[in-house]
T-cell receptor, first 114, second 110 residues
Framework: DSGVTQTPKHLITATGQRVTLRCSPR?????VYWYQQSLDQGLQFLIQ???????AKGNILERFSAQQFPDLHSELNLSSLELGDSALYFC?????????????FGNGTRLTVT | DAKTTQPNSMESNEEEPVHLPCNHS???????IHWYRQLPSQGPEYVIH???SNVNNRMASLAIAEDRKSSTLILHRATLRDAAVYYC???????????FGTGTSLTVIP
């Protein structure tokens, strides 16, 4: 158990809809990362937060947004959903954003867009 | 961020050592080398990381070449539970992102 909690585990929704994925980091971790993993693309970095502030952006679409709250949990909002957004979404956390801090991943939210 | 190159797949017999190679010829002096693995239907799991010296922990050993252009993850006795995709990635001093490549899919043969 990594200590990172993601909810819900599964989500099925229709195209055009909006969903929110939630992540609670490991106790003591200040940095949160979001990744998308689809069958044909592997793990794609989306965005990182550190202590409530956006730290880095990866391949995140404009239809997607995220935030980290004062209690350090994070939410990833996906809107105007398309079939191609179907994927596993992973959250990870680390103590600090530095290069010497390992990432600890949750077990993901599986999103299916129909 | 510097790139890594790993074989797409490897096989190992159960209870034998496994050496998983990774090439990172464009590594910079301050990049850390991290290894993660992903079991089916699970999130990636941290295995080990290092900078210059070889590292050991309860899961594995990390051997880093003297020029740091390659590294090897060593599983001392492969078990069926070690069957996973293993990712070697570089964590840079300036970048905060972890970019994962395609990794090595390890099959453990009973």
């Amino acid at each position: 158990d990594s200590g990172v909690t993601q909810t819900p585990k599964h989500l099925i929704t229709a195209t055009g809809q909006r969903v929110t994925l939630r992540c609670s980091p490991r106790s003591g971790d200040l940095s949160v990362y979001w990744y998308q993993q689809s069958l044909d693309q592997g793990l794609q970095f989306l965005i990182q937060y550190y202590n409530g502030e956006e730290r880095a952006k990866g391949n995140i679409l404009e239809r997607f947004s995220a935030q980290q709250f004062p209690d350090l949990h994070s939410e990833l909002n996906l809107s105007s959903l398309e079939l191609g957004d179907s994927a596993l979404y992973f959250c990870a956390s680390s103590v600090a954003p530095g290069r010497n801090s390992p990432l600890h991943f949750g077990n993901g939210t599986r999103l299916t867009v129909t | 961020d510097a790139k890594t190159t790993q074989p797409n797949s490897m096989e190992s017999n159960e209870e034998e050592p496994v050496h998983l190679p990774c090439n990172h010829s464009t590594i910079s002096g301050t990049d850390y080398i991290h290894w993660y693995r992903q079991l089916p239907s699970q999130g990636p799991e941290y295995v080990i990381h290092g900078l210059t010296s070889n590292v050991n922990n309860r899961m594995a050993s990390l051997a880093i070449a003297e020029d740091r252009k390659s590294s090897t993850l060593i599983l001392h006795r492969a078990t069926l539970r070690d069957a996973a995709v293993y990712y070697c990635i570089l964590r840079s001093n300036t970048g905060n992102q972890f970019y994962f490549g395609t990794g090595t899919s390890l099959t453990v043969i009973p």
